[in-house]
């Protein structure tokens, strides 16, 4: 398999699984609003907000990773930006496993999180494709480009 099929594999399963856990974030929300509901996620009314409007960035996030898997040479700063933001989820979840509070009540989840965020970041980096192959590939025509080799009439 080619680097860029890896890669093209490895945003559209990220694409799908970033929709699948903002969808189920927005449903969480919806869910709470349910008369003598309990909440899924245990958190308050606003933390169920904040809960919401995270799927919302999510399912948004996921069109374009999506975009990226289907063109991949056109959308190369989409893993870049997801490799970032990996890490910077990775740090937290270190920080947080650091402090004792969020150990009692998720115990090494952080860690092993933040070990797979990594792994996931560098792969995004590692597989992407290069500025050379990003060039490479011509915009058409009829979308008002000028044509790379003129005819000298």
Same mark, same amino acid.
């Given at each position: 398999?080619?680097?860029?099929?890896l890669?093209?594999?490895?945003?559209?399963?990220?694409?799908?699984a970033?929709?699948m856990?903002?969808?189920?974030?927005?449903?969480?929300?919806?869910?709470?609003?349910?008369?003598?509901?309990?909440?899924?996620?245990?958190?308050?009314?606003?933390?169920h907000?904040?809960v919401?409007?995270?799927?919302?960035?999510l399912?948004?996030?996921?069109?374009?990773?999506? %975009?990226?898997?289907?063109?991949? &040479?056109?959308?190369?700063?989409?893993?870049?930006? *997801? +490799? /970032?933001? !990996?890490?910077?989820? $990775?740090?937290?979840?270190?920080?947080?496993?650091?402090? %004792?509070?969020?150990?009692?009540? &998720?115990?090494?989840?952080?860690?092993?999180?933040? *070990? +797979? /965020?990594? !792994?996931?970041?560098l $792969?995004?980096v590692?597989?992407?494709?290069?500025?050379?192959?990003?060039?490479?590939?011509s915009?058409?025509?009829?979308?008002?480009?000028?044509?790379?080799?003129?005819?000298?009439?």
């Amino acid at each position: 398999m080619s680097r860029l099929s890896l890669y093209r594999l490895l945003v559209g399963s990220l694409g799908i699984a970033f929709f699948m856990f903002g969808a189920a974030l927005v449903a969480a929300f919806f869910l709470y609003q349910r008369p003598n509901s309990v909440p899924i996620i245990p958190t308050g009314p606003v933390g169920h907000y904040f809960v919401a409007f995270t799927g919302c960035a999510l399912l948004a996030w996921s069109g374009g990773l999506v %975009g990226a898997a289907r063109d991949p &040479l056109a959308s190369r700063t989409i893993g870049t930006t *997801t +490799a /970032f933001v !990996l890490m910077l989820m $990775a740090l937290i979840r270190m920080v947080a496993w650091t402090i %004792g509070d969020y150990y009692e009540w &998720l115990g090494e989840l952080p860690r092993t999180e933040a *070990t +797979a /965020f990594l !792994l996931t970041a560098l $792969a995004l980096v590692w597989l992407r494709p290069t500025v050379a192959e990003s060039m490479a590939v011509s915009v058409p025509e009829s979308a008002g480009a000028e044509p790379k080799t003129r005819s000298k009439a």
